[in-house]
């Protein structure tokens, strides 16, 4: 053994310190960088929102205006799934590969494994903190904003997109999915580029449908249904009034049947009596609505939790898997 | 003393190593007492395998030229028995005349190497037998 | 540090693999490889390209999963890739606090050295460093992590010919101070002489020839004479040449056996490592011999 200046360093292990300390080398521009926008936007939202509820008055702000303030920050939880995923996750693996710094960083006492582990875990507990952090900031002044108003003409309510999406377990939700998609393409891949941009159609794609075609069923509608006449009106405002999810609604026959309209009718009626009749004679005698009544908001989101974080979770065992499976260097 | 590795020449590094610690006792560079360079000065100076450094002081002990003293180095031992000083000039000035010879009957260096190896060759199958 | 031992007799050996096979979809890029590396060697792993050579160091550092066989190592294995990447944004300093960060055993004062030795400026993004720097950087993060084996894949590519001759130095010294064993990987032949002590020769994902080199260099003689169909001595043909009027032998000579004494128009030459190789891999192109 040679005596050298500094003595060599001798540990059991590579512990969660030392990961800690290479994911923030690493990714400390991306890192601080989303936080720092991120946090500076929930700063102003909780201040705000303190300054409204204190007065009561939401005609600050000039042009933008406190209304279109809370607007943007209900909108942007939306997009922070997309921007965790896209430039978060889907350079992590790819990039490594792309410079061959996998090897450098694999071939030290850390295996790919571990590695890929801790980037999850290093990476994605801040993603998902930072995605709910703001997204109860954006809330607060949602309902600061709503505060100022009487209670049936509250702007923010709880099935509207954005303040449904901004709910703290929601984002969390979209935050793991977006890191899991981008995580999986990036060690699928291999190419960051290719990564990044189908984790963003990917992200999109699967907000989409589940916003369309899932959400409005997580459990059955509920119906309302009353006869076809002249009150035809009531049950939109009705809804209109609940704040519920309006999911389908339409014609429904003597044995409960839906019927669909008669376009005849609308084409040949001269006046309302003959429309009237001609929907009649076509079996119409009731209309319906379905729709998710406001109380189960709650409810749906943590469905929409679910919906989003079990992908994400199969998606990072899966991205675990494949970067440890080491098939090609 | 400085090593060099042609690493051209069919010689196993370790003998070349070996021949020059040789010749440099032939021609009284090294004498005995004199230290041969560490085995870590000599891997550094010339870009050789500890081993194959190693390997070379060890067939050089064997044959009773050097001894490794514990802790302190690998020191000539012997002078290698060249002969008379005088024997030996007359022995060159014989074969620079052989030389010579060769070179007026038309060989040039190769053939000469060639034909010295192989009387080389002979003898040692001689030596064996 | 030795880790893993299975038999007394493994204990001096660095690396072992037995009947390893690799494949990239259908192809072999490793099959049947078996070896054993006796510790504090420097071994020359020697092939043509896409021999194999990258693939083997690549499972023996456990960043490839074989399909098949056993591959050991004793202890710490250190691999520089062929690309000796380093991470752009790091300064080499970064990439040696990285080394003592991701390693069980780090040697500050080794690593440094190193980048003192080639001038290696430490505050300097990688990125902002010539190719052949950065390739000092990552020798300087392997030395530092005080591996038992130590890997490189084709160290010497892409340096100029005075850093070639000093990095072999260095390392070898380190070599020499460390006792680690070194597999280096290379098609340059004819840099080995000294270096290596060692020799693996790869053809075709498959182990031709292993062993120490100066014996496996002198169980072989190269003969030239006249035109023959057979060689002057006994012995296993490697490689037979003929040209004109004359013929030219590689000849493995029986082991145990002092050597042939060959007279008449026959010369003998020593074999070189480059010969040997040589001769070797056109015998397996043309199908003779292994």
Redesign the interface.
Known sequence: M?V???P???????GWG?LV??TW??HRWSIGGLAVLLGVGAVVCLVVAAVVRNTGRVDMLGVIGVYGLSQLAAMAPMGIGAVIGVFWAAPLVSREYE??????????????ARWTLGKIVLLGVPAVGLAAGFGSSALVLARAVNSTFPPEWQPYQPFQQFVFEASPLVQIGYAAFGFGLGLALSALTRRTIVAMALTLGGFIVARMVVAIGWRPYYQTPVREVWPYGEDSERPYGQLAQDHGLHVDGGYLDAAGREVDFPMVCARTSTDGNSFQKCMADHGVVSHFTDYQPVERAGTFQVIEFFVFAVPAVALLVFAYHWVK????? | MEFRIDRASGLPAYLQLVRQVREALRLGWLVPGDRLPTVRDVVASSGVNANTVLKAYRELELSGLVEARQGSGTFVKAALGSGDPEVMAALRTRFAEWVRAAREAGLDTEDIDALVRSVLTEGEGEAVA | MTTVVESVDTTALAVRTQGLGKRYRTKWALRDCAFELPAGRVAALVGANGAGKTTLMSVLAGLLKPDEGTAVTSGRVAFVSQDKPVYRHFSAADMLRMGARLNTVWDQTRAERWLERFEIPLGKACGKLSGGQQAQVAFALAIGSRPTVLMLDEPLANLDPLARREVTAELLTEVEETGMTVLLSTHVVAELGGVADYLLLLAHGRLLAGGDLDELLARHVLYTGPKSDVPPALGTVVEARHRGNQSTFLLELPEDQPRPVVAGQWTERPVTLEDYVLAQLAATRKGIGA
């Open positions: 040679t050298t200046a500094v060599v360093q001798r540990r059991d292990k590579v030392d300390w290479l080398r690493q410079q061959k710094t996998s090897v450098v960083v694999w071939s030290q006492d850390l295996s790919p499976r080491s098939h090609r260097i």
